[in-house]
């Protein structure tokens, strides 16, 4: 019999995610299929109970129920524990188990993309939002020099650092971070300054940024932000957000199937509908 997985969410209509984990099925001879399943805001409890009761094996779970979705599963990993959201569940015999992909996706991503090493680095995370927060305590657990802050908002910034209780880490205002930007050996937008329709907004200035610099945007929308474009003309190495979005669903397939897919195939199809 065919395996069921799926996305808990809503929206969820505008998701790549069946496209990705359909096709890696395909070429992997798994029989199983990925499903959207649109979930309305209080809803997550009975949407859990439906995935036990129907036996689905896993699940990607987004906006709105990535923290409203913990209290309804056996067990959390220590990961998606930290950073108080899940957005994979594996059903191991009726057991949900909660994971959380998106920071360890970004942090595989750039490794892998780049091939950039995090040891010793002295990195500047832009953004405090839910984006920020996976990539922030998946950057803690590399050996990264340091791995500093900035947000608009700065008491967000505060806070983040504050839980992450790392010597490592300091928060500043983002007008601060203009200043100190060459100090940075890789800089990370995790804000939607620059995303659709945002497309003129920039997170900070980089006039201070030094070339060779790695300046990665987790931004898809548009594929490639100006900020991203401006910092490629400074003599960055970029990178934009189709990797963060394809190694987050790898590593679900990889945490469903115990296989690792075609990532490269993945990241064409995602482009290409992207593109249409
Ligand atoms: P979020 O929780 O709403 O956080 C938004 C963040 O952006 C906050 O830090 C906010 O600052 C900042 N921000 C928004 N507009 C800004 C502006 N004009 N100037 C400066 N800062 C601004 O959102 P999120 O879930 O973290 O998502 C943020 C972005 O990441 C989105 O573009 C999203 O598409 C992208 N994303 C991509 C992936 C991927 O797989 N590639 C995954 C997750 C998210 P304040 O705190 O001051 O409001």
Known sequence: MENVYGLLGFPVEHSLSPLMHNDAFACL?????????????????????????????????????????????????????????????????????????????????????????????????????????????????????????????????????GEGKDDRSAFFSLAEAEKRLAEYDIVINTTAAGMHPQEEEQPLSLERLRPGTIVSDIIYNPLETKWLKEAKARGARTQNGIGMLVYQGALAFEKWTGQWPDVKRMKQLVIEALRR
């Open 29 to 161: 001879g798994i029989p199983a299929r990925y499903h959207l399943f649109p979930v309305k805001p209080g809803q997550v409890g009975a949407a859990i109970a439906g995935v036990r009761a129907l036996g689905i094996a896993g699940v990607n779970v987004t906006i709105p129920h990535k923290m409203a979705v913990m209290p309804f599963l056996d067990e959390i990993d220590d990961h998606a524990r930290r950073i108080g959201a899940v957005n994979t569940i594996v059903n191991r015999d009726g057991r949900l188990v909660g994971y959380n992909t998106d920071g360890p996706g970004y942090v595989r991503a750039l490794e892998e993309e780049l091939d950039v090493s995090f040891a010793g680095k002295r990195i500047l995370v832009i953004g405090a939002g839910g984006g920020a927060r996976g990539i922030y305590f998946s950057l803690l657990s590399t050996a990264a020099a340091r791995i500093d802050m900035a947000n608009r908002t700065i008491e967000k910034a505060a806070q983040l650092v």
